[in-house]
């Protein structure tokens, strides 16, 4: 088992920075991928970044590409979100998943584990 458990959100203003952190425990991650999705009220959970815990290779949706940033810290077993120049429609539940799959995927439907999420409001 693997548990994540997502931290960082709040309330900024378009153009703002928010980084969002995602900690994870129970397994080595080195054999998995790790991802970010969103979901808006009213809306499908959309695909964000995803990162290869062994080697870095990254992963963008196009929406968000240029300006948010996925990494990791292998030390802390924490996987990051730095998003930059954040519009309005980039509100949503923010979550964190991980899959055993070593394909960097954008379909929910591949990850294994999901952590409870994390609100991200950008609002004038």
């Known amino acids: 088992q693997v548990q994540l458990v997502e931290s960082g959100g709040g309330l900024v203003q378009p153009g703002d920075s928010l980084r969002l952190s995602c900690a994870a425990s129970g397994r080595t991650l080195s054999s998995y991928a790790m991802a970010w999705f969103r979901q808006a009220p009213g809306k499908e959970r959309e695909f964000v970044a995803a990162i290869r815990w062994s080697g870095g290779s990254t992963y963008y949706a196009d929406s968000v590409k240029g300006r948010f940033t996925i990494s990791r810290d292998n030390a802390k077993n924490t996987v990051f979100l730095q998003m930059n120049s954040l519009k309005p429609e980039d509100t949503a539940v923010y979550y964190c998943?991980?899959?055993?799959?070593?394909?960097?995927?954008?379909?929910?439907?591949?990850?294994?584990?999901w952590g409870q999420g994390t609100q991200v409001t950008v609002s004038s």
């Open positions: 998943a991980a899959t055993r799959s070593l394909v960097l995927s954008s379909s929910s439907h591949e990850y294994d584990y």
